[in-house]
């Protein structure tokens, strides 16, 4: 009888979302670089390849430097500066273009969780 009674005990817990059920806890929140100066300010437009420092706060070992939206080669520095190698054909067309750095997200283990990916607010560059 005690059998028959734990059997029914661990069939009740599996099927009402017991020890067999997997959580799905969402991801926390990233952390919000902030960019506060670009190195240089501007280039001229098709002057070659060039090395921009981002400097500000709050940047991951993995963050990338978006230059007019698309991710570019990124090498960190510290949590204040990373450095993103931009290509001339980045650079062809004068203009403001838009600069952000994105901390990616961190994936969670099996119960979900991590982190959500985290981008800048834009600070722009000139290409003259």
């Known amino acids: 009888m005690k059998l028959a009674l734990v ?7 599996v099927g009402c ?3 067999g059920s997997k959580s799905n806890t969402p991801p926390m929140a990233g ?8 190195s240089p300010p501007s280039v ?9 420092v981002v400097t500000g706060t709050k940047f991951n070992s993995n ?8 991710p570019m080669t990124t090498a960190f520095a510290s949590s204040t ?4 190698t931009i290509p001339n054909s980045a650079i062809a067309n004068s203009g ?13 283990g099996i119960y979900g969780g991590g982190t959500s990916p985290a981008t800048s607010v834009a600070m722009p560059f000139m290409i003259n």
Not at 44 to 52: E, K, M
Not at 81 to 84: D, G, K, N
Not at 96 to 108: F, K, R, S
């Open 81 to 84: 500066s990373v450095t993103a």
């Open 31 to 38: 952390t919000v670089p902030t960019i506060a100066n670009l």
């Open 17 to 19: 979302g017991g020890y």
């Open 96 to 108: 403001n273009v838009p600069v952000t750095v994105t901390n990616p997200g961190t994936i969670g």
């Open 63 to 70: 963050a990338v430097v978006n230059f007019n939206g698309a």
């Open 7 to 13: 059997l029914l005990f661990a069939i009740a817990l």
């Open 44 to 52: 001229v437009a098709n002057s070659g390849q060039f090395s921009l």
